[in-house]
Nanobody
Framework: QVQLVESGGGLVQPGGSLRLSCAAS????????MAWYRQTPGKEREPVAT???????DYGDSMKGRFTISRDNVKNTVDLQMNSLKPEDTAVYYC?????????WGKGTLVTVSS
């Protein structure tokens, strides 16, 4: 059974930092592309950051320079370090992994940026 479990969400003040983590099980982790997405009410889920099995990263335009994605192929985790957070970063953040036809999502973790 495949599981992606996100953690690390919470309330943070504008300008602050937060680190999200996603623990994967039930997959051959090193083969999968890992990604973070986010969604706010009434909007489509948008990509935040992606890291390939080779370690190549990509970011959404508004996240570049502020967010960093990393993966640990031993611990089977993917992290998202978020700095200089803004109120508009408030969203539910989801972990996703995909490889060929395989595609899995976590249940999400809420990040609220507010003073």
């Amino acid at each position: 059974q495949v599981q992606l479990v996100e953690s690390g969400g919470g309330l943070v003040q504008p300008g602050g930092s937060l680190r999200l983590s996603c623990a994967a099980s039930g997959i051959i982790f090193r083969n999968f592309v890992m990604a973070w997405y986010r969604q706010t009410p009434g909007k489509e889920r948008e990509p935040v950051a992606t890291i390939t099995n080779g370690g190549t990263t990509d970011y959404g335009d508004s996240m570049k320079g502020r967010f960093t994605i990393s993966r640990d192929n031993v611990k089977n985790t993917v992290d998202l370090q978020m700095n200089s957070l803004k109120p508009e970063d408030t969203a539910v953040y989801y972990c996703r992994c995909y490889y060929g036809r395989l595609n899995y999502w976590g249940k999400g973790t809420l990040v609220t940026v507010s003073s």
